[in-house]
């Protein structure tokens, strides 16, 4: 079972940066793809970008070219570089296990991420 942990969170003015990260326990980190998805209030959660066991990375047209997503399997964390962020970021963010675009096992807290002047 892999506990995640999200931090990084917080309010920011638009066109502002944040780095998010998630700390992962319980498993063996770096045989899984993670993610990071995110939940607007009123919306359904969503998949902003993920990183496969490889490297590979993947990110949804809205976030491309102002958010990074990184790992670091020595110390289990997945992280989210967030530049350039805009009201329409703002939404409460998870890391998760991912396969493929879809989320694996339960969800952390999260880490409320607000865009606001």
């Known amino acids: 079972q892999v506990q995640l942990v999200e931090s990084g969170g917080g309010l920011v003015r638009p066109g502002g940066s944040l780095r998010l990260s998630c700390a992962a326990s319980?498993?063996?980190?770096?045989?899984?793809?993670m993610g990071w998805y995110r939940q607007a209030p009123g919306k359904q959660r969503e998949l902003v970008a993920r990183?496969?066991?490889?490297?590979?990375?993947y990110y949804a047209d809205f976030v491309k070219g102002r958010f990074t997503i990184s790992r670091d399997n020595a110390k289990n964390t997945v992280s989210l570089q967030m530049n350039s962020l805009k009201p329409e970021d703002t939404a409460v963010y998870y890391c998760n296990r991912d396969r493929a675009g879809t989320p694996l096992g339960s969800w952390g807290q999260g880490t409320q991420v607000t865009v606001s002047s």
């Open positions: 990183i496969t066991s490889g490297g590979r990375i």
């Open positions: 319980g498993s063996i980190f770096s045989i899984y793809g």
